[in-house]
């Protein structure tokens, strides 16, 4: 740790209580004289204007001289202190003024910098000071800056030598031992205890004097537990709002969690894998995370802003191997046609290679500033969107329907991912056709009558499976049984042992044993859709759509993504009602970008010239008297 300076931690708290309490935030972030008092975390007013979906570019920035350190204590790839291939030296030196141009050129516009990372407040003061003056030259830039921060990582060896209370304050295994991160360095403190919750406030607050926009929470695992974890967010986000009462908090969720972001004003998470169409194995197969895209943009609820990381790799690890540059455009247009910012990963050898100006890593750059300004420059395009879905699946808090989404998306459905913990009276449930409850528990009163109604007046087609809706919200009775029995006409006690159809007023009750595959199911849901959705692209392999409407220019919206990258042409597609004018944008130099608009009978045909990655068709719908 020779590399790091160290400081009393009295002078740490008295010079970010004084030398910090008095930086400037960007003028657009100054609180009016009516918003000085923060309002609730999950209240959408909180999230600043720049901050809507649609508006804002991420990227993760870690670096600095904890962060090499970290590197260095938790056995990363290529982080070793005899440092031959230099990750160190980059690692340390990356809040160097000069690597804000790195920002520009890829056209990200909200960078999260690491400000704390599990070593004692002395260790960490002079990232404090690089930190808070890069926010500045950020800020200078019109680049926005949220501070990361670890909800519980404790490199115990200087905490103790620094902090020799801190010992107290890990997290214990039912046994008394200490809970590791990962050994030998890295202990998990317990979140609840009240001297490391004021440290963990201690340094937001330092953070939020200096400048942050937002914060990014990492480690937040399970094991801490839901209430806890709120406890904690709600600590954070009242010291933090109190300097800026428009600060976004966003928690890395993984697998298992996603849904805890309902607890806060943002949702990330780093789960995401590298998209594509690959060859490699016997059969051709697709790579998509549209599923956990939806779902998470669900747990966003159209106003909290979400982000997501492609962690995962299709070969090699993200530490050690950059995705390609093409392949840094389609994951960008993949969360962009979901309405997600997508982050991309610098950390170890990409971040080392920018850093000493290698070719091939301002190549990818470049292409990701490539997409990313296309984003910007059509920002209108993807701000204040409403789904068309006609599908909704009504999900529980586990997380393990995600990869049967996945699944859903290849097949090309379009859908909304909506939850039990929601208020179904607060959800317009009259937009869809269809409703799937994929093993979905619990599934309250509420929401039992909510859909009830829905089918019998609605007229719409409910596909219950497996014991969806067994259990009720609180504790269960021995008479516990279907909450949704009655209208798919089952009991725990007969239940039948294939698919059971019943109509029910305008609609229809399917009852499922199982869950099918999701081919089947999608032609299953298709069976009662018939022609109901607006918009109608003709299958192709390796291609996805996803489309919304902006009524403020009263135009669908149709993304277009194909996974091959591979040029296509003459893409078809059917809209259910008349079309004004259409136009075709593409971040891919294409030759052909002219669609053609014909009308053939009731519907309106629509060619689609070329495809290569990813197209935006904007549809504007004419007004017919």
């Known amino acids: 740790m020779s590399s790091v300076h160290r400081i009393s931690r009295r002078k740490f708290l008295d010079e970010t209580a004084a030398g910090a309490a008095f930086t400037m935030l960007p003028h657009s972030h100054l609180p009016s004289s009516s918003a000085l008092l923060p309002g609730p975390i999950t209240n959408p007013a909180t999230v600043p204007s720049w901050f809507q979906p649609g508006k804002f570019r991420p990227a993760r920035w870690d670096g600095g ?87 519980g990582n404790m490199f115990w060896k200087d905490m103790f030598e620094h902090e020799p209370e801190s010992i107290a304050w890990v997290k214990r295994l039912p046994g008394g031992g200490p809970l590791f991160y990962s050994r030998p360095n890295r202990y998990m403190a317990d979140i609840t205890h009240r001297d490391w919750l004021s440290l963990q406030e201690e340094r937001v607050a330092a953070a939020a004097r200096a400048g942050a926009d937002a914060f990014w929470i990492d480690n937040t695992f399970g094991y801490y537990g839901e209430k806890n974890v709120m406890n904690f967010l709600d600590a954070i986000y009242r010291t933090a709002s109190r300097i800026n009462p428009h600060v976004v908090i966003m928690s890395n969720y993984n697998h298992g969690i996603y849904t805890w972001g309902r607890f806060q004003n943002g949702v990330t998470t780093e789960d995401g894998q590298e998209p594509g169409y690959y060859t490699d194995k016997p059969k051709p197969y697709l790579a998509t995370n549209a599923g956990l895209l939806r779902y998470n943009w669900g747990v966003g609820e159209g106003w909290r802003p979400v982000s997501m ?39 170890g050898l990409f971040l080392r290679n920018l850093y000493f100006g290698d070719h091939q890593a301002l190549e990818d750059l470049r292409a990701i500033g490539a997409y990313n300004n296309f984003l910007e420059r059509n920002e209108q395009y993807y701000l204040d969107s409403q789904s068309l879905a006609k599908v909704a699946i009504l999900c529980d808090t586990t997380d393990s329907v995600v990869p049967y989404l996945n699944q859903l998306s290849e097949q090309n459905l379009n859908y909304d991912v909506i939850f039990n913990y929601q208020d179904p009276q607060k959800r317009n449930l009259k937009q869809y056709d269809a409703m799937i409850v994929p093993h979905t528990n619990p599934v309250s009163g509420d929401w039992c009558v909510a859909l009830t109604q829905w089918v019998h007046e609605g007229g719409g087609t409910l596909v219950a499976v497996g014991d969806a809706s067994l259990f009720s919200t609180g504790p269960a009775s021995p008479g516990q049984d279907f909450g949704l029995g009655k ?67 009263r135009r669908v919206i149709l993304h277009l993504l194909n996974y091959r990258q591979a040029l296509e042409k003459e893409i078809r597609v059917q809209v259910r009602t008349p079309v004004g004018r259409v136009e075709v944008l593409s971040p891919d130099n294409l030759l052909k970008s002219l669609p053609e608009v014909q009308k053939r009978g009731q519907y309106w045909d629509v060619v689609i010239p070329e495809l290569q990655t990813y197209d935006l068709v904007a549809i504007y719908l004419k007004n017919e008297r």
């Not at 690597?99 to 400000?115: C, D, P, Q, S």
């Not at 109509?503 to 595959?517: D, H, M, T, V």
Request: glycine share 4%; net charge neutral; charged share 25%.
């Open 65 to 151: 001289p904890i962060e090499a350190e970290k590197g260095v204590l938790s056995g990363w790839p290529n982080y070793t202190m005899d440092d031959p291939r230099q990750v160190l030296q980059a690692t340390r030196d990356w809040y160097n003024p000069r690597t804000i141009e790195f920002l520009k050129i890829a056209h990200i516009n909200w960078a999260w910098v690491t400000w704390s990372n599990g070593f004692s407040a002395e260790t960490e003061q002079e990232q404090h000071r690089l930190v808070s003056a890069y926010i500045k030259a950020c800020h200078k830039n019109n680049i926005y800056v949220a501070a990361y921060f670890s909800i």
């Open 487 to 553: 209208l798919l006409d089952i009991s725990k006690k007969t239940l039948p042992p294939a698919q059971r159809v019943r109509a029910r007023g305008k609609g229809f009750a399917l009852y499922l044993p199982q869950l099918p595959s999701a081919r089947d199911m999608v032609s299953l849901i298709h069976r009662y859709l018939k022609e109901s959705e607006l918009v109608d692209v003709e299958p192709r392999e390796a291609i996805l759509s996803n489309v919304a409407y902006q009524a403020r220019y």
């Open 309 to 347: 990381e492609d962690g995962g790799r299709h070969e090699g690890d993200r530490m050690t191997t950059p995705m390609q540059p093409r392949k840094w455009q389609l994951a960008i247009a993949e969360c962009a046609m979901y309405h997600v910012g997508f982050e991309p990963y610098f950390e």
